[in-house]
């Protein structure tokens, strides 16, 4: 069973840094692309950044220039390096994985984490 976990949420002081981590568990066949979603209160969730299976990167213009997406392929893991963190970036985030499961199923599948509170306040 594919399993993503999030990690390294918090609170934080405008201005600070946090790094997330999504670390996959269980067999996959393919990765189409990994990302970031968030969603804050009464809003709808959001694509922050993603990475696709050959390294472009997509990012949210509210987040360009203050965040990085990574991956670690040995350690199947993504990060998320959030920098210059404004109150506006308060939000639970979840890690999203685009992947067909096995040989055996056709098609690319959605899977999500548990998502990870971020908090931005003085």
């Known amino acids: 069973q594919v399993q993503l976990v999030e990690s390294g949420g918090g609170l934080v002081q405008p201005g600070g840094s946090l790094r997330l981590s999504c670390a996959r568990s269980?067999?996959?066949?393919?990765?189409?692309?990994m990302a970031w979603y968030r969603q804050a209160p009464v809003k709808e969730r959001e694509l922050v950044a993603a990475?696709?299976?050959?390294?472009?990167?997509t990012f949210a213009d509210s987040v360009k220039g203050r965040f990085t997406i990574t991956r670690d392929n040995a350690k199947n893991t993504v990060f998320l390096q959030m920098n210059s963190l404004k109150p506006e970036d308060t939000a639970v985030y979840y890690c999203?994985?685009?992947?067909?499961?096995?040989?055996?199923?056709?098609?690319?599948?959605?899977?999500w984490g548990q998502g990870t509170q971020v908090t931005v306040s003085s």
């Open positions: 999203n994985m685009v992947a067909r499961p096995s040989t055996t199923i056709g098609g690319l599948y959605n899977y």
């Open positions: 269980g067999s996959i066949f393919t990765i189409n692309s």
């Open positions: 990475i696709t299976s050959g390294g472009s990167t």
